[in-house]
């Protein structure tokens, strides 16, 4: 994933070279495509998604990479009005209102005039945060989830800044680091940690959950994290803005030194910059003087996995995380937080002790297992959490009784596209059975939504399956293997 140095720019964690192999330490590390060439040209590709981007932020992010301690202290005049514009269009139609009640609808019939007015605004300073609307959305686990609803000219103003601040983060940010990061997925992450564990010679896995992390952050912290890079103090007073224009619920605003709003356009590039302080230079650093064997990385957000060669090297990791992580107000979860045998010899270990099979842990919604391939073969398999597939049947059912009485083809075009949306997701290598089983659920569901529809019905099974197969797509693997797409992405 990363190479010796301070900073990696390839996308999965590498074997560790062996602390006293000198300087530069030649590790394996595939170069991010597209960093060579274009530099003359009107629009030129970043580095990930090699989306286009305008000449001025390409100069910022080559001075970004160029000078890797330098503060940029003129960067608002790239919050323009097309750079609004652009912003807005990229909002979601349907979104619920924040506070000020406008929706996107509204907004676009006066489009030109309030983005003048907002425009004028940022940039002589009047412009002011307004607070966050919070919502609760339910979680797998049937517990809440706080997500916070910003008002609409916020997410715009917010998406302008976060697109001229990712320049510069962009290549910054260090290799295993992939949540919500431009070009990159969670499949791209799910990939790099199913190659890191598969060709690593790693025997343990250290599952990290950082305890309430976006209600946890310090805010004081993560001002002074920004202005690391960031010497624009316009753009540290919209963040400092961001932050303390508070929250608001069932009419009471609270004003918090903690916590970044949980849904906020900012929040996962405030999110990254905060850990990339925090934990990726620090563990980095840690593996690259303190471990003993070979050290795996991949950070999504907040949800870390961690690799190990060797049990002592992951338990004094373990103990330092702890310790580091208390300084910056962060707290592992100690329910959450476990290390377990993992990897290509756990199995074989684990027998030789006179122990069961190896456990399991969680990941970006999948269980990742130790598995053997008709070969015999160790395979790192992947299979959909049941938590989640069972909350998301929930909600179709929910739905399908909302759409009893809609003709059979109406509801067949709507599940059709629940579906393949599903599969779009979980259909990776592996976890045919799931896909399997989640079909035969929507179908059972649907049938009896039919039958409710009329005391007379009798929708037997056999015309159910003809109905569910002209309108539901058949469970079948779209993704390749891990290891073949990583390749691709990352050709070494």
Not at 339 to 363: C, D, H, I, K, M
Request: with cysteine; net charge positive.
């Amino acid at each position: 994933m990363m190479n010796g140095r301070e900073k990696s720019d390839s996308a999965v964690v590498a074997m560790k070279p062996a602390n006293k192999a000198g300087e530069p330490a030649a590790e394996w590390a595939e170069p991010r495509a597209g960093t060579k060439g274009n530099t003359g040209q009107p629009h030129t590709h970043r580095a990930q998604n090699r989306a286009s981007v305008p000449q001025r932020l390409e100069r910022v992010r080559q001075a970004a990479r160029q000078r890797k301690k330098e503060r940029f202290t003129a960067l608002l005049h790239h919050v323009t009005v097309d750079r609004l514009r652009m912003a807005f269009f990229a909002l979601k139609r349907n979104a619920a209102p924040g506070v000020d009640g406008l929706t996107w609808r509204y907004y676009e019939a006066g489009l030109e005039e309030n983005l003048q007015r907002l425009f004028s605004q940022v940039q002589s300073g009047a412009y002011r945060a307004l607070p966050v609307r919070r919502q609760y959305i339910p979680k797998s686990d049937g517990k809440q989830r706080p997500l916070g609803i910003a008002a609409l000219e916020d997410k715009i103003v917010q998406r302008a800044v976060v697109e001229v601040l990712n320049a510069i983060y962009e290549e910054d940010f260090l290799g295993f680091s992939y949540g919500f990061r431009p070009g990159r997925s969670q499949h791209d992450a799910l990939d790099a940690l199913a190659t890191a564990i598969t060709h690593t010679p790693v025997n343990w896995i250290l599952d990290a959950d950082l305890r309430s992390f976006f209600d946890s952050v310090s805010q004081s912290w993560l001002v002074r994290f920004i202005e690391h890079r960031i010497g624009d103090q316009r753009i540290i007073r919209l963040v400092r803005k961001w932050l303390k224009a508070g929250v608001l619920e069932d009419g009471e605003l609270s004003v918090s030194e903690t916590g970044t709003p949980q849904g906020s356009v900012a929040s996962p590039l405030f999110a990254n910059v905060y850990l990339h302080y925090v934990f990726d230079l620090w563990a980095n650093r840690w593996r690259r003087r303190e471990a003993k064997g070979n050290v795996i990385i991949l950070r999504y957000a907040d949800d870390i996995v961690v690799g190990f060669e060797h049990e002592a090297d992951a338990r004094r990791f373990w103990d330092a995380m702890r310790s580091r992580l208390e300084e910056f107000s962060l707290e592992l979860h100690p329910d959450k937080t476990r290390l377990l045998e993992f990897g290509r010899y756990a199995a074989v270990n684990r027998q030789s002790r006179g122990l069961g099979r190896p456990e399991t842990f969680t990941f970006l919604g999948f269980i990742f297992i130790c598995g053997r391939s008709r070969r015999g073969a160790f395979q790192l398999q992947r299979k959909t959490r049941g938590d989640r597939m069972r909350a998301r049947l929930r909600q179709i059912r929910e739905a399908l009784r909302k759409r009893m009485h809609e003709p059979i083809p109406v509801q067949g075009q709507w599940l059709r596209q629940v579906v393949r949306g599903y599969f779009t997701y979980h259909a990776v290598p592996t976890n045919s059975r799931a896909l399997v089983a989640f079909r035969h659920h929507v179908t059972d569901l649907w049938r009896r939504t039919l039958r409710r529809r009329s005391q007379k019905d009798a929708m037997t099974w056999e015309r159910m399956r003809r109905i569910a197969n002209a309108w539901l797509p058949p469970p079948r693997i779209l993704h390749p293997w891990p290891d073949r797409r990583f390749a691709v992405k990352h050709p070494r």
